[in-house]
């Protein structure tokens, strides 16, 4: 059987896609509603931390950012992002990367910073979190006995001390990623930034530590210490992993210090009813979101649990622990949100509620606000 070129093929598809659409332009107009163009997904124009912010608030019990985490190394920054493109046709909603902790990856933090660029006037959102090295060490450093090591309780005290040797030696490793997080500020890409996570664990050198003389402090010194180097870019994202043992307020640095109350999920597959209602206690008001996950959310957790605002799969779990149709069913979900499908209107809050779908073309849904099949509500396809 011969097949028609890539350019004709491509052309062909496209016909198709638009011969769909007047399909369902014409079944909606049969049912008595109004059909509203909608514009073409655009780049993401310059935006504050706060239009963000607003953003992920105005979705909140409505619809979830898919997002997809890029491991080192840091010459390929999106490695990972691109599978899920392979895998479903679309890119997520939000991309993240990691500022690095190996010397070659160190090296090429520049990649990193050019991605989450490219990233945002692609039109996703950016996440950057950080394994960094001990104080107690060099500036580069493996990950085992690195970043994955233990301190004595007196250098984590001295960390936390203003003046102390180690205090300073803390603030100085913050300076290294300072000149790569203002370039984001100057282009006008705010960063959802997951420093110091999982403080509830004991498998990295700032973790395991509650209490207000804990990683709760260490987190204040970090936040004050960036934000007086001028990044007003930073969304601030605080973790904890889905450690049974629980008591993960004990950890919290104050809601001033914090945008979004975030969770790993690792001990179990996805979030539990308890995990869920635990974070809610601590953001109050706040965003929360699924800041690492193995296992891509199914129908039920996407369905029972909808105040997350993000999820992000974890590098090589996307395809280490799920299938590509576990993949497909999470990105073609009708709450899910992807590249091109997040929408952002600086200064203000962006979509308005929704208060009804129709489910359409490919599993997305239309949207629909105060309608019914007789009132002639306008719908977006």
């Not at 679309?90 to 991309?95: A, D, F, K, R, T």
């Not at 803390?170 to 300076?175: A, N």
């Not at 952002?344 to 509620?353: A, D, F, K």
């Amino acid at each position: 059987m011969n097949h028609p070129p890539p350019r004709l093929r491509h052309h062909l598809a496209g016909r198709i896609r638009h011969a769909l659409s007047v399909i369902m332009v014409t079944a909606l107009a049969v049912m008595g509603l109004t059909v509203v163009a909608v514009p073409q997904a655009q780049a993401f124009p310059a935006a504050s931390r706060q239009d963000v912010i607003n953003y992920l608030s105005s979705i909140t019990g409505r619809n979830i950012v898919s997002g997809q985490h890029n491991k080192e190394p840091a010459s390929l920054p999106s490695q990972y992002t691109q599978q899920v493109r392979d895998i479903t046709g679309q890119y997520p909603g939000l991309w993240g990367g990691d500022l690095m902790f190996r010397a070659p990856d160190v090296a090429n933090r520049q990649r990193v910073v050019d991605q989450a660029k490219a990233e945002w006037a692609n039109g996703s959102l950016v996440a950057l979190t950080w394994h960094v090295c001990t104080p107690t060490g060099g500036t580069t450093c493996e990950f085992d006995g690195g970043v994955k090591t233990s301190i004595s309780n007196s250098q984590f005290t001295q960390i936390i001390t203003n003046g102390t040797a180690l205090n300073t030696a803390w603030k100085q490793r913050l300076d290294e990623v300072v000149p790569y997080l203002l370039q984001l500020r100057d282009a006008g890409v705010p960063v959802l930034f997951r420093p110091l996570h999982e403080m509830n664990e004991a498998w990295n050198w700032w973790g395991n530590r509650p209490g207000p003389n804990g990683g709760a402090r260490l987190y204040q010194i970090t936040r004050d210490h960036l934000m007086s180097k001028g990044l007003t870019n930073l969304i601030w994202v605080w973790n904890v992993q889905d450690n049974p043992a629980g008591n993960w307020a004990a950890y919290y640095p104050g809601s001033s210090y914090v945008d979004v109350v975030s969770l790993d999920v690792w001990y179990k597959s996805h979030p539990s009813q308890s995990d869920y209602q635990q974070i809610q206690n601590i953001a109050g008001s706040k965003p929360i979101a699924l800041a690492e996950m193995g296992k891509i959310p199914n129908a039920s957790l996407l369905t029972s649990q909808t105040r997350w605002s993000y999820f992000m799969i974890w590098s090589e779990q996307l395809r280490g622990s799920n299938s590509n149709a576990e993949i497909q069913s999470a990105y073609f979900h009708p709450r899910v949100l992807n590249q091109g499908e997040v929408s952002l209107s600086p200064g203000g809050p962006n979509p308005q509620p929704r208060t009804g779908q129709i489910t359409g073309a490919g599993g997305k849904c239309v949207d629909v606000s105060g309608a019914n099949s007789a009132n002639g509500t306008a719908v977006q396809v």
